[in-house]
C-alpha cells in the first residue's frame, strides 16, 4: 500500500487560488467518503487551512496515477476551479517524503509563520474529521499519532515556538519583561487598528483583567470594548484616564503626538511613578519619543518591535534546524513501524499455513496412534502449535531483516505465493 500527499499551499499557490478550493468544512466528511472507494483509495484524510489544501491519502500498490487522478478531481470538485486550473500549483509526496510532509506541518516547519501554534490545532482537526468520516485506517491512525508525538518533541526539545514572530505579540513579550506581569494589569486602547486590536487580545490573553477603549468613533469603542468585556472612553476623555493604565496600545490616523510629555508627566505623578508601558503602533507616531525619557515610562514604536520579531526570527530560524533532526529521526522510526505494519497480515498468514499443514498431518496420522484420552490429545496440539512457533521463528527473522534491508517487495510477493 502506498502513502501519498498532494495539495498546495503559500508555498506554491497565491491565495486567489488556495480560497477558490475552500469548501465549507460541514462538507468535508461526504467528500472523504466519496473519496474513499476501498479499491483504489483506502484511507483518506484532508487539511484544508487558509494556507494549505493537502489530501493525505493511502493507495493500492501500483495503482498511484489513478489515485492521483481521483485526488486532484477530488480537489477541483470541492471548489470552484478545475483540475487544469491549479495542477501546476500542485505537490506530491510519496512515502518516506509523505511522511516527512506531515511532520513538518504538525511541527509547524512549513508555515507562514515557523512556530505557529495555531497549526497543530488543525492538523488535529483534520484527523478528528477524517475518524469521524469513517475514512482513517490503520495507517492514518498511526501516521496522524506519530506526527503528534513529532510535534511535541519538537515543541520541547526546542525553541522553534517560544520566540514572539508577530508585532502584536512582540508587543506582548516586551510587556511581560518590562512589567514582570500581565495579569491583572490595566490596558488602554487608542485608536482601533488592526495589529493594536491584536496586541490587545494578546494582552488579554496573558492576564491583562481591564481594557479601556479610546477612538474617535464612540461606536466603534463601544463595539471594540464589548469583545474585552470592557469599557469604552470618549476620545477627548483618554488623556484624563492615562493614569490608570499599566499598559497604552495607540494606534491611530493622527499626523500629530496625541500622547505627550505633559502628559504622560501628570499620569505618571498620579500613579505613583508606578511604571507605564506605550505600545505606538503608528504611522506617523502618536507618542512623543520624550516621554520614553521620563522615568519608568516605556514607549516602544513600530521599529522597535519589529527588530525584535526579526532577532526572534533569526534565533527561530536556528531552532528549526534543531527541529528538522527531531522529524529526520522520526520519519525513520515510523517507516520502521510501518514495514512492521504492512508485514504483520503476510507474517500471521505464513504462521497459520504452518498451522493448518500441521494440524492437517496430525489428522492424517492420527489412527497411527491409537485411542488418546482428551488430556493426551490437546498435548499433541500443543506440542503442534509449539514446533510451528520454534520452525517458523527464525524463518520469521530472516524475513523481518530481509524486509528492512529493503527487499520488501520481493518478501512480500514470495510470501503470497506461499
Not at 479499491?39 to 489515485?67: F, K, Y
Not at 525553541?159 to 508587543?171: K, Q
Not at 505623578?269 to 506605550?278: D, E, H, L, S, T
Not at 525513520?332 to 504452518?354: E, I, S, T
Amino acid at each position: 500500500m502506498s502513502l501519498v500527499l498532494t495539495g498546495l499551499s503559500h508555498n506554491t499557490a497565491p491565495v486567489e487560488v488556495r480560497e477558490r478550493l475552500a469548501a465549507p468544512k460541514q462538507e468535508w466528511a461526504e467528500r472523504l467518503r466519496a473519496l474513499v472507494d476501498d479499491e483504489v483509495i483506502r484511507e483518506g484524510l484532508i487539511v484544508s487551512t487558509c494556507n494549505r489544501v493537502e489530501v493525505l491519502a493511502s493507495i493500492e500498490p501500483r495503482r498511484d496515477e489513478e489515485g492521483l487522478l481521483r485526488i486532484g478531481n477530488f480537489l477541483a470538485g470541492a471548489g470552484t476551479l478545475s483540475y487544469e486550473e491549479f495542477r501546476r500549483h500542485l505537490y506530491t509526496r510519496t512515502d518516506a517524503d509523505a511522511v516527512r510532509h506531515v511532520f513538518r506541518v504538525a511541527s509547524s516547519l512549513d508555515s507562514m509563520i515557523v512556530g505557529d501554534a495555531q497549526v497543530l490545532g488543525q492538523v488535529r482537526e483534520a484527523y478528528t474529521q477524517s475518524v469521524e468520516a469513517g475514512t482513517a485506517g490503520r495507517v492514518i491512525h498511526r501516521l496522524m499519532h506519530h506526527a503528534f508525538h513529532t510535534a511535541k518533541r519538537v515543541r520541547t526539545e526546542t525553541g522553534v515556538a517560544t520566540s514572539a514572530v508577530s508585532v502584536s505579540y512582540a508587543a506582548v513579550e516586551l510587556g511581560r519583561k518590562i512589567l514582570e506581569t500581565l495579569e491583572g494589569r490595566t490596558v488602554l486602547l487608542v485608536g482601533a487598528g488592526e495589529m493594536a486590536v491584536l496586541a490587545a487580545r494578546h494582552l488579554s490573553g496573558a492576564g491583562a483583567s481591564r481594557i479601556l477603549v479610546a477612538n474617535r468613533t464612540f461606536e466603534t469603542a463601544r463595539q471594540l470594548a464589548a469583545e474585552f468585556q470592557g469599557e469604552a472612553v470618549p476620545f477627548e476623555d483618554f488623556g484624563a484616564r492615562l493614569a490608570e493604565a499599566d499598559v497604552v496600545i495607540c494606534s491611530t490616523s493622527a499626523r500629530e503626538y496625541i500622547v505627550t510629555t505633559e502628559m504622560a508627566r501628570a499620569a505618571a505623578k498620579a500613579r505613583r511613578n508606578r511604571p507605564v508601558f506605550f505600545i505606538d503602533i503608528s504611522v506617523p507616531r502618536n507618542v512623543d519619543p520624550a516621554v520614553g525619557k521620563l522615568d519608568n515610562l516605556f514607549v516602544f514604536d513600530v521599529d522597535d518591535l519589529k527588530a525584535v520579531v526579526a532577532s526572534n526570527l533569526r534565533e527561530r530560524r536556528r531552532e528549526a534546524e534543531r527541529a528538522e533532526l527531531i522529524v529526520e529521526a522520526e520519519v525513520g522510526q515510523f517507516q520502521q513501524a510501518l514495514r512492521n505494519l504492512d508485514l504483520g497480515p503476510a507474517v500471521g498468514a505464513l504462521k497459520a499455513k504452518l498451522q493448518t499443514i500441521a494440524e492437517s498431518e496430525f489428522e492424517r496420522q492420527r489412527h497411527r496412534l491409537g485411542d488418546l484420552t482428551e488430556e493426551q490429545e490437546r498435548a499433541v496440539r500443543a506440542m503442534l502449535v509449539s514446533t510451528v512457533n520454534k520452525v517458523s521463528h527464525p524463518i520469521i527473522t530472516r524475513i523481518r531483516g530481509a524486509f528492512e534491508a529493503g527487499d520488501g517487495e520481493q518478501v512480500q510477493s514470495w510470501l503470497h505465493t506461499f
